[in-house]
């Protein structure tokens, strides 16, 4: 049994499309979902299934973080039901002159939108569930 913990950085598409891969059917409690405002700091604590080696039923606790984040938009996500588990199906970006929109699209159609004027977001697990 390895106790490899993965830490990426993604500043370009595939790298990004590396995390989302990672990321993707990850569990997030919505009181786990964090804005650090004054540090420009977006944080999601989750849990995901390794899909780095052949041991698909352990899981993982991780954290996603993007950093030079000017503004988070959401929809879709009651934020008064913290105890409510959404499921982070895909992260998509888009280019928009001089920023970024990075959407990380949840089940139900939940959304949340963070704006950047750079491309930077880290995957680091923190521990074997």
């Known amino acids: 049994m390895s106790k490899y913990l993965a830490k990426i950085l993604g500043n370009d598409q595939e790298s990004l499309r590396m995390i989302a891969a990672l990321s ?13 405002a004054s540090n420009k ?12 080696n052949e041991q698909d039923d352990k899981k993982i606790n991780s954290i ?4 030079f984040i000017s ?4 929809k879709n996500i009651d934020q008064s039901k913290q105890e409510n ?6 992260i998509d ?10 959407t ?11 704006s950047s004027d ?6 680091e697990d923190q521990s074997n569930i």
Not at 24 to 36: E, M, P, Q, R, T
Not at 118 to 123: A, S
């Open 93 to 102: 970006y888009l280019k928009n002159k001089d920023d970024y929109e990075i």
């Open 71 to 74: 503004k988070v938009k959401s």
């Open 85 to 90: 588990i959404l499921q982070l199906l895909s």
């Open 41 to 52: 700091v977006f944080l999601l604590s989750v849990e995901r299934m390794s899909k780095e």
């Open 104 to 114: 990380l699209i949840f089940n139900n159609n939940a959304q949340i939108v963070l």
């Open 24 to 36: 993707s059917g990850a569990k997030v409690k919505i009181s786990d979902i964090k804005y650090l």
């Open 118 to 123: 750079t491309l930077e977001c880290r995957l």
């Open 64 to 67: 996603l973080r993007w950093d």
